[in-house]
């Protein structure tokens, strides 16, 4: 189902069933599969359970709280949320922002990636009971075309509609293919990380996507190495090397991509003039903004970009 509104938080929380004394991480409730399409200036849902969830906007932005960091979720991205994580979702912007986010029943989920993971002679002979879904990484991540595909078709076929239709289901289920895709992306880049241990590697990878959700989260601000590896919780250098082994490019410059992608996301949504874009993604010049610009565009001005969407 697509709702156009945030439901009750009591109703919310009688679906998680944790109104029940005896609530545990892992009940699961009866949770259905439901994508919450609504348009907001302000929204307040403080600690709630989620199910696997990806929070996500048309336009607009929203802040969304989980393992106690804050996350910024633009158009561009999307934050993943695993089952039983307790999250805090807050919008209070002077425009509108419009949600797209989804929730997925945790039994639905486990199936897919059943479907996913196991031969077909495992699926035929009923042999696939005990595979579970994994835990995802619970980052930003960047959206991919085929996500903002799907969100077009969900919205175009389904929008408003409380009853669930294969089709609908169906949806959802490519949904979670392309995020198993991109775990199974990230697992296999994990490995080749300079470690000799699993778990260490494993680490290793968290900690750089908390590095990568704040230069996200916080591209607007003055941000320098020594401020993101003491986010990361490592030494500048050991960070610095790992960050460039794994991302192929130093984390100014990743700064610097995040930067360029809010400001062409601006120029063609809004008419922002150039110098408040500058201001707004982080640049102390609009000189300095529009040379930076013109190198991450191939030599396209900010002002040529904004007419060419025209």
């Known amino acids: 189902m697509i709702l156009n509104d945030f439901p009750d938080i009591n109703f919310v929380r009688k679906l998680r069933n944790e109104q029940s004394p005896d ?17 907001k200036k302000e929204i307040f849902r403080k600690d709630i359970v989620s199910p696997l969830s990806l929070f996500m906007n048309i ?51 486990h199936g897919n990636v059943r479907s ?83 778990y260490v590697r494993r680490e290793v990878y968290r900690r750089l996507a908390i590095a990568t959700d704040y230069i996200r989260s916080n591209y607007s601000a003055k941000l320098n190495l020594d401020k993101i590896s003491m986010e990361a919780g490592l030494s500048k250098f050991h960070f610095l090397r790992l960050f460039k082994n794994y991302f192929g490019l ?20 809004s008419d922002i003039p150039v110098a408040e874009v500058a201001t707004l993604v982080g640049f102390d010049s609009v000189n300095s903004f529009i040379k930076s610009f013109n190198r991450h565009s191939q030599g396209i001005s900010p002002n040529a970009f904004r007419n060419m969407g025209k």
């Open 116 to 198: 996913l993971i196991s031969s077909d002679d495992e699926l035929l002979n009923e042999k696939t009971n005990d595979v579970q879904a994994p835990l995802f990484h619970n980052q930003l991540y960047p959206k991919p075309d085929n996500l903002r595909k799907l969100s077009d078709f969900l919205i175009g076929n389904f929008d408003g509609q409380t009853s669930v239709t294969s089709n609908f289901s169906e949806t959802l289920s490519a949904v979670i293919d392309s995020v198993y895709s991109s775990h199974r992306h990230i697992a296999k880049k994990i490995e080749k990380l300079p470690a000799t241990k699993a």
């Open 250 to 269: 130093t984390p100014a410059k990743f700064l610097n991509a995040i930067r360029m992608e809010k400001a062409s996301e601006m120029l063609r949504s």
């Open 59 to 109: 336009k607009g932005e929203s802040h969304c709280t989980t393992e106690g960091r804050k996350h910024l979720i633009g158009s561009g991205e999307f934050l993943l949320v695993n089952p039983d994580q307790r999250i805090t979702l807050e919008i209070d912007n002077p425009t509108v922002t419009e949600t797209f986010n989804i929730h997925i029943n945790t039994d639905f989920l």
């Open 23 to 39: 609530f545990q991480p892992g009940s699961n409730g009866i949770w259905p599969n439901v994508i919450i399409h609504a348009q």
